[in-house]
């Protein structure tokens, strides 16, 4: 019980305006957060070590109606918030510098838990930069590895679009809300990772794009990697700055080498200068994760395993194969019926017909605003 209660206050503290990391940071320090917190006066606040400004943005943001407004345009939009302190949060992500106290995701999440790389690079590539993105991108989609970048114009997009391309996983990580979606032009390859990979981001809803949130933005893509591959930078590129975080949290940093004469190289081959390993194929960053990459197959193996066994579970407690389905897409979180029925595929009397009857046989319930979880 004190777990959810400092998880619904870490979350409800996250998305107070002007609450930022080191904010958060400070009062667990101090000690658990708790519901007792939700009555707290702007004086109570100062007197925990917040400014007054800040005091004040936590006791409007701390309101029930304000709550109850983010969670339903989360639940509205199949948004999932994953914070610090729940046992799905990514391993890897929790070792590095500075892990976001909350990580919206839209998409696959089971991708948090799988073998990594990074790649990124410059906004924008010569056909070089966009040929090799593409060919490692493929290569180690095909080895099974998820291909991780920032949706960003020009070498992330590349590498995320061949990721796709293939039937590899691939996640984004942007740097704005997850509905404000940058670059604009981007939006057909966020509806695709969405359907086929994950969309995660640490901004609430709303938070447009700002340039001092990328910087930040890059140290997820590299802490939710075992190794960043910079495909093509120049000196200045900000995928330095991923590279940089790669380093700070242990990871390997990986790089392309280029024409010394184009200025697009510049970057890269000063990272091999200063021990960062070379790659001109996949395989020279493969080598590096084969006993990774072999559990990560028998992982799968026993998740396929555990899934097949479940699905035998519920068929013996009298579950038409249909209302199987349904409560699998149900173990993925909450859903409205307009959610379900994309899920689904099936049309309004059919899904309304499987829902009634799940709730009979008492395996799912359903919550205000025809919003659909198991029990």
């Not at 702007?42 to 701390?62: F, H, Q, Y």
């Not at 070498?155 to 604009?184: F, K, Q, R, W």
């Not at 809803?205 to 893509?221: A, D, E, K, Y």
């Not at 799912?364 to 605003?369: A, N």
Request: hydrophobic share 40%; charged share 20%; with cysteine.
């Amino acid at each position: 019980m004190r777990r959810m209660e400092e998880r619904m206050m870490l979350m409800a503290l996250h998305e107070c305006e002007g609450i930022g990391w080191n904010s958060i940071d400070g009062l667990l320090k101090i000690g658990d957060l708790s519901y007792q917190m939700m009555n707290y006066s702007t004086l109570d606040w100062v007197n925990v070590g917040l400014r007054p400004d800040k005091a004040e943005s936590v006791v409007r943001g701390l309101s029930k109606e304000v709550i109850e407004r983010q969670t339903r345009q989360l639940t509205d939009r199949g948004i999932e918030a994953i914070t610090i302190f729940d046992e799905n949060y990514p391993t890897l992500l929790k070792e590095s510098h500075q892990p976001p106290w909350v990580l919206y995701c839209l998409g696959r999440q089971e991708l948090l838990h799988t073998l990594g790389v990074a790649m990124v690079g410059t906004r924008i590539p010569t056909a070089y930069g966009r040929k090799v993105g593409s060919v490692l991108a493929e290569e180690l989609c095909d080895a099974g590895v998820t291909v991780i970048s920032g949706m960003a114009k020009g070498i992330d997009s590349t590498c995320h679009e061949a990721a796709l391309g293939c039937g590899g996983n691939t996640i984004a990580v942007m740097g704005t809300g997850m509905d404000v979606i940058y670059p604009a032009e981007n939006r057909s390859l966020f509806e695709r990772i969405v359907k086929q990979g994950l969309i995660v981001t640490e901004y609430p809803l709303g938070t447009p794009s700002h340039p001092g949130l990328f910087p930040q933005r890059n140290r997820i893509i590299a802490g939710l990697s075992v190794g960043t591959l910079v495909v093509e930078a120049d000196t200045r590129s900000g995928s330095l700055i991923t590279a940089d975080a790669a380093m700070d949290a242990g990871r390997d940093v990986f790089a392309v080498p280029g024409p010394v004469t184009s200025p697009k190289s510049r970057g890269a081959l000063h990272l091999i200068k200063q021990g960062a390993k070379m790659v001109t194929c996949g395989k020279d960053i493969l080598e590096e994760y084969e006993s990774h990459l072999s559990q990560a197959i028998t992982n799968d193996d026993r998740l396929s395993s555990q899934i097949q066994k479940k699905s035998n579970q519920l068929l013996n407690e009298d579950l038409t194969t249909d209302e199987v389905e349904l409560y699998h897409i149900l173990e993925q979180g909450p859903f409205s019926v307009d959610q379900l029925l994309q899920q689904s595929h099936w049309d309004f009397g059919h899904l309304h017909s499987v829902l009634l009857s799940l709730i009979i046989k008492k395996q799912i319930t359903q919550l205000p605003g025809s919003i659909y979880k198991i029990i």
